[in-house]
């Protein structure tokens, strides 16, 4: 077995067909050399979106060879299941992933946006001495330990329940006659009366199993913490001062892998959210992911975190609390035409528009390079759609027989802007009226030595 390393959109090292016969089986290997040379398989994680990898058949001079091409996600999986994987890094260098995150769940509604975020293939065979575990497990936990912030602050679901109490001379809630009979005693039949009284409290299991997720958080970055620096110590903390909140909480002994999380109403979006976190969580840990161990290496069942996604949510945050934003709407569906990014109400008479169809590029090369071509016929397709245009008329702010701006909003690492600043927007030369604009993204702190 061999694991290949890239960064996103990057192609591999080129798999000798003899590299192949030494790892794969007879069946496996039959099925690639019979295959014509190109894209042989394409492993999707998300419906209508790039696949997470391609893997390719190539011509060489002594046969074939298979190379592995990487797009907008990050993370680990099997090419070959049991022989070959693929560990995918962020395109931009010590990105601060878990930031991004904590400050893209900021906004009111972004919760409802995190379906499809993280993806944990949890029926595949974990992936043995995997170094991709810590970028996990930071990713994760930033995002529980902010979600479950917002569930305190709004305060903890609670809901009735009903347990087996033992009253002495009284009843409180529904008589257990056949538990109460087993129990009547000579003389003093009646001294004790077994019941199932009714609480409304928090003490529920989707609360229980949110204390359980904390403590196991708090524990394994406590005890990590050297090894994950800062970024670790502070999301430990975090941990420790979320915990004080379910006080009022049971504790949830054990938790099995094959169990499944609780369920809870979907309109609660934070709490189905944190449970999905939390029980992707405790997959990874139940199989050593985050602990080293002498006996046994590092092992991480197969994930994948969408970039693209993640920078879309990232820069919304940004749009919800800019002051030069007026109105937002984000993936707006209109009947024909699909989804733009963002449908954005300006307002400051010194900007060059006041309304205009915005994107959000995860492609650090635009801060050097035009836009390509078919980006700029998705978001000029978008400024044609007459819902569009209808929408920013009722505003007052488009005429029909104008061209809508067109706005791209790009990842720059060089950027000196940390937020959208409408003020230095770079006009496009050979479309008109395109913009564009680089926001630089979180980096990682450097550790003193």
């Not at 991709?132 to 930071?138: I, N």
């Amino acid at each position: 077995m061999f694991n290949l390393t890239i960064r996103e959109h990057e192609t591999s090292r080129p798999i000798a067909a003899a590299e192949l016969r030494e790892v794969l089986d007879d069946a496996a290997y039959r099925r690639i050399e019979e295959h014509p040379i190109g894209t042989f398989f394409k492993q999707r994680v998300k419906d209508n979106a790039e696949p997470a990898f391609s893997a390719v058949k190539i011509a060489t001079s002594d046969g074939f060879a298979v190379q592995v091409q990487g797009s907008y996600f990050v993370g680990i999986d099997w090419v070959f299941p049991g022989a070959v994987s693929i560990q995918v890094l962020p395109k931009v260098p010590d990105i601060d992933m878990p930031a991004m995150l904590k400050r893209a769940l900021g906004t009111a509604d972004s919760v409802k946006e995190l379906d499809g975020l993280v993806t944990v293939r949890q029926n595949e065979k974990p992936i043995p001495e995997a170094e991709e575990c810590d970028r996990f497990l930071l990713f994760v936990a930033a995002a529980f330990l902010q979600i479950t912030r917002r569930i305190v602050r709004k305060g903890l679901l609670k809901s009735f329940r009903t347990e087996d109490e033992t009253f002495r001379y009284r009843i409180k809630g529904k008589l257990r006659v056949s538990d109460t009979l087993r129990k009547m005693r000579l003389g003093d039949p009646f001294a004790r009366a077994v019941c199932s009284p009714q609480r409304f409290d928090a003490d529920s299991p989707a609360n229980r199993f949110l204390k359980f997720v904390l403590r196991r958080i708090c524990a394994l970055l406590s005890s990590r913490a050297r090894a994950l620096g800062s970024a670790g110590r502070l999301l430990s903390g975090e941990a420790a001062r979320l915990l004080r909140s379910f006080g009022e909480v049971s504790d949830l002994r054990t938790w099995c892998r094959g169990d499944a999380a609780p369920v809870v109403n979907p309109v609660f979006s934070e709490y189905v959210a944190a449970l999905k976190l939390g029980r992707q969580f405790l997959l990874q840990e139940g199989i050593g992911a985050f602990q080293k161990s002498e006996s046994e290496p590092r092992r991480i069942v197969p994930y994948w975190i969408d970039m693209a996604q993640l920078f879309e949510l990232y820069v919304l945050a940004d749009l919800h609390d800019n002051p030069k934003v007026r109105d937002v709407h984000y993936h707006r569906t209109f009947q024909v035409g699909g989804q733009p990014d963002f449908l954005l109400d300006l307002r400051g008479s010194e900007l060059p528009f006041e309304c205009c169809v915005a994107d959000a590029k995860y492609k650090p090369r635009y801060a050097e390079q035009e836009l390509g071509l078919n980006d700029a016929r998705q978001l000029s397709g978008y400024g044609r759609l007459k819902s569009v245009i209808g929408w920013m008329t009722q505003r007052g702010h488009s005429d029909r027989k104008y061209i809508v701006p067109c706005l791209v909003v790009y990842a720059d690492p060089s950027s000196a802007n940390e937020r959208v600043d409408f003020t230095k927007l770079t006009p496009l030369t050979h479309w008109e009226d395109f913009w564009k604009i680089g926001i630089r993204l979180p980096q990682l702190p450097k550790e003193s030595a």
